[in-house]
């Protein structure tokens, strides 16, 4: 989008940006963006993310320990039941009409006896010998009117049932058990098949599911330790890994910010501040982070003689402008950006170090575009064109103006920030100087 096609073409320095300086986060920004470390820094980044997630896992894991063991407990317990059980697949379904034909065996052979009697064992009376009267009968008449033929057949296939019919109830008497252990045992297996159903919520046809579902459980929770030991191992590669990215950022940060120090001094000497050095300190963190295993300070010494100390301690607000314009110079004859734009980064300074920090613009100007918002006629002097910036307003709406100046209209507003309201021969004669001076 346009906001991300900006950023790489523009590049915008505030009057506060040496604010922004005395914060240790915006310094190793700054080393990491003008040394050209984004590779290094991703696969520190990815290391680590990759280790605090495995390390993540491995505390998770070791805190359900307690619960783990309290849950393997309770499985044991269950499958102990369920094994005590032994449910097997349609074992419910054939337990249930066994357990009636026990309890009603008396039954079932006094009546099977009794129908074996009706159908052909009654001496007196029985279906067969009825039937076979029948078909006499019948097979008599027949003789003198054939619609009897088919009748016939229906008695003589009725004969033939009943005599199957018979002979089946004699075999079944001989197979009824009345065994009443077998009855008990029985009956106390659907109680428990019905006790445990119950219990595990499922129907008793599901139990033998239910306990290879648990005894998976339990061997995967009885593997846990096996994976415990195994993540462990991946957290110290994974850890090994990221010390060693880490250290491979470190020595590039450190051969970075010899190149960025030098360059930084150097535009210091410029600046109102000759003899000043400027430095960067890598030293150890306690703690890897995404962001490497350096603590990444910014030393300032302002003039010769004087110890290199933490930017922060700079006390002049005047030279963190400069030591802030001299970063952004020394950053800017690398970047790749086409546009950089300084907004009142000259705060606080004035006279001759004002003038050397427009000329700093100025010789940057010869490797990018430069726009500088300024209120100092030193350095508006150095610059190759002038636009004036005013405030219109009718009293009901106010409106901001551009106007692009002439030379000669250069010399004037110049003259003008030289000399305030009122513009004198002098101012403009200080004007003209200052612009011929510049080239």
Known sequence: NLKALGALLVNIHGQHEHQTLQSSAAQR???????????PLTRVADAFDRWQALETEQTALQAARDQRDERMAFLTFQLDELNGLDPADGELAALAPEQARLANAERLVTGSDRAVSALADDDNTNALSL??????????????DPE??????????????????????????TR????????????????????LSRKHQVD???????????QQELEA???????????????????????????????????AAKTFASEVTAGMQTLGMPGGQFDVALEPHSKVS?????????????????????????????????????IQVAAGRRDAVKCMIFDEVDSGVGGGVAEMVGRQMRALAESCQVLAVTHLPQVAGQAHAHHKVTKLTDGKT????IQTLSRESRVEEIARMLGGVEITDVSLTHAREMIEAAG
């Open 29 to 39: 920004q700054m080393l990491d963006a003008r040394g050209g470390l984004s590779a």
């Open 131 to 144: 039937v076979a009267a029948a078909a006499r009968e019948v097979g008599a008449l027949s003789e003198f």
């Open 148 to 173: 009897l033929k088919p009748v016939l057949a229906l008695i003589d296939e009725a004969e033939v049932s009943i005599s199957e019919a018979a002979d089946s109830l004699r075999s079944y008497l």
């Open 176 to 195: 009824i058990d009345m065994d009443p252990a077998r009855l008990e045992v029985v009956e106390q297996r659907l109680a428990d098949y019905q006790r």
């Open 204 to 214: 008793g046809d599901a139990l033998a599911g239910k306990r290879d579902a648990l």
């Open 221 to 255: 929770l009885r593997d846990a330790d096996e994976t415990l030991d195994a993540l462990a191992a991946e957290c110290d590669a994974a850890r090994s890994a990221l010390t060693k990215e880490a250290s491979k950022l470190t020595k590039a940060r450190q051969k």
């Open 290 to 326: 995404r962001h490497g295993a350096d603590q990444i300070r910014f030393l300032v010494s302002a003039n010769p003689g004087q110890p290199l100390q933490p930017i922060q301690k700079v006390a002049s607000g005047g030279e963190l402008s400069r030591i802030s314009l001299a």
């Open 398 to 401: 106010t409106r901001t103006g």
